[in-house]
């Protein structure tokens, strides 16, 4: 570990440096005070925050390194120049943290998020590996037409089942797949393709992505969430046909069953048992990377586990836990009125800020069409390979992929399924604002809520069931 950090080091001395002068290059620009210092408008961690973002798409062969160099310094500069800052209440809150331990509903900080996605990120890398090795794969040809119509069938497969896992899961099974069918020659535009697949697949289910289970638990109906198909689906078959034609002409799907291939229904049930220990442990304890690990515990005694795919998931996880510990630090702490335009907005920020904490910010501030949010917020982080946990997850099997300029240039298509999806969904449905738990229709301020500027004990005034029944 040593020879190589000094083998990194001594091969990108230069590149380091610049990085770090331009990272610490907005700190010259701060005035002593006592308020946190900012540019004009804007606040200094935005700054550095694009800027390690920037670094993220120009060194993409040292992407790891970036995103920990720029954790530090993000840190050196709210330890030093934010008074308001501590770390411990950031990562733990307030409540002791046996109760958080105990009782879901008390659990605050951001300890959860970050130990919740190392565990799925480490779990599903265990569970693509046996799922490839469990001979499915192999004989998975059979059934999958030898054109162009085997990859779009697959990512159709992908999107399905997102909406019952969680879409790293699936995302890591469709990779799996691919790797088998196609002889490991894989387009980045079909890599690219399979992650929107699984985050399109996870948008209009609760339990098919952690950003509307977050919906679930603060009390927006599961029907609420459900029209976030009408836009996913239809872009959904827009990218898959642009990106199955790629994957044809680079490598066709392999027809050719080979003749020993046979399915290990032992490691399928290993599988089975992985994905049901997600779900449960998310509906019951919101930590579905528990489940996962039960499972694997158990399943140790079935089949030899590869344990060997936790340290190559290393890298891959820590780069993500960075940017989500960077983007947790950015005082967002208010976002523009919730509307058609804000929500199409928070699709393209989530290709590089983290959908979590901005699907909280929108809890919070309420009044939002959680269909049109949570396929925005979903799949939007599909347009670049680090803005869902699902690019980052696939990434580790597919390490060409983590270039910026290659997955904007070969997933293009996945841009304009974005837009024409969410277009489709608004033509069709319109800006329809429902209820969460904290924030209610009745005398909903912003345009589009049935009870605009009524509230519930003003004179002649209608409930929003009275309406509905109209």
Known sequence: ????????????????????????????????????????????????????????????????????????????????????????KHLFGTTPFGQQIMDKSLRQGEWGIFLNLAGLLFGFAILAKIFEESGVPDVLPRYLPNDWKGPFLLLVFVCVLSSFLDNIAAALIGGAIAIVVFKGRVHIGYIAALVAASNAGGSGSVVGDTTTTMMWIDGVSPFNVLHAYVAAGVALLFFAWFASKQQDKYQKIVADVPINARVDWMKILIVAMILIGAIISNFLYDMPALGV?????????????????????????????????????????????????TAFALGFLSSVFDNIPLTKLCLEQGHYDWGMLAYTVGFGGSMIWFGSSAGVAITNKFPESRNVVLWVKNGWHIIAAYIIGFFTLYLVMGWEPADNKEHKIINCPVPGCPMAGHSETSPGSVSYLDIVKK
């Open 293 to 341: 690990w039960i499972a694997i515990v158990i399943g140790a005694f079935l089949r030899p586990i590869p344990w060997k795919e936790v340290p190559n998931s290393i890298k891959g996880t820590v780069f993500l836990l960075c940017l989500v510990f960077c983007a947790s630090l950015m005082p967002v702490e208010e976002l523009p009125n919730a509307s058609w335009v």
């Open 1 to 88: 570990m040593k020879k190589s950090i000094r083998a990194f080091l001594k091969s990108n001395f230069k590149k380091i440096l610049v990085f770090l002068f331009i990272l610490f290059s907005p700190l010259s620009l701060l005035a002593a005070g006592t308020q946190v210092p900012s540019l004009g408008p804007v606040r200094i961690e935005f700054i550095i925050f694009a800027l390690i973002l920037a670094g993220v798409a120009v060194f993409n062969k040292q992407t790891f390194w970036v995103a920990v160099i720029g954790l530090s310094v993000l840190l050196v500069f709210k330890f030093a120049f934010d008074p308001g800052f501590h770390m411990i």
